[in-house]
């Protein structure tokens, strides 16, 4: 059957997912790449960016679950590009011409525009639909796959609140950003009908693991 | 030296160490046992409440760190007793005749009494003072021993701002409480200073310790 996931989406210790003052030369604000240094020692990062080495421990492991068994991505429009994008004509994400994506990617956005295949097997769609809709259309799209749900922040608020996520891995960086989107706000008693599992990693994150209780 | 330490400290995964509504028939409100009961499955508690059994792993060691080394402890009015405990004159805190402290206890009041000597070793000291000098206090009181930062909430950000703070002990409890007391709010940058490592256990809760870095 296929599953709603959100893989490895880090958070800091307060529960903030992006800092506040996103730019186009800052993405995530005054949080730059705090969140992320975890996943950049990786072997599984190291491949992505064509280096050698990078660890294989249980960060490794998790981030390579980013892509088998899914069909599509649904993602904000504050994933797509930086405030104001959509008045960018020329705007085709953060990602280059070879996206890390590989599948449909539905962007929700108020001013949709007409789709971009790019290279690499990755599409992106445009969409101004709500959480359900969405997901209805990212779901054909998939084939029967998985589809993910990639953030930012406020999309992910509004799938949880849904009820309409399987599956959450989520990466608490020990760090205090004290301001930016807060993934908690909202969703009090969420983690009732799924089962949690923490698991501290050697690298210094934890893996927070939602999955929906049968 | 004698150190500042704040001791298994109960949040949820959004950061919440009590929860809303708090009375003297629900002292953590809304929260009700949840953020411990990860504490009452372990040998210390049953040792504490005289029962036998219980388990013996990570979260029962943290535990035991709990008075070794202890001489004093400093704590918040909300939680020495219910809110307007100050009206009650026979209010002797909510741990009985024989409190599990065991050395002087300085409760922090805009409303000071007299001291209430208790049995087991507890006295209660009232006292109507910032941080630095409640900390001068309790550190004279505890004789070269460490000071125990107890809590609630409140005290513990105002003690934390102020970097008067050693070592936390905090223990994240996977559920989303969604209102009550904060911790983490007004402490942007905290983990500067510290050395933060954290440790899932197999009693589902993730241990997160803050130690001074020299």
Redesign the interface.
Known sequence: MSRTRIQHFSIS???FGTGEGLTREAPLGHAGERLHQWMLKTGWWHEMIGKPGGSGCIDDTLLRLFAPGIGAEIMGAGKFGPPGWQDDPDWKSWWGANPPFHTPVFVLTHRPRPSIEMEGGTTFHFLNAPPTEALAAAREAAKGHDVRIGGGVAMLRDFLAARLVDHMHLV?V??????GARL?D??????RGYE?????SAG???H?MFTRAN
């Not at 909202?186 to 983690?191: H, K």
């Open positions: 210790l307060d529960g608490v020990p760090i205090l950003l004290g301001r908690w909202g969703l009090e008693g969420l983690e949690v599992e923490m698991a501290s210094g994150v934890t927070v």
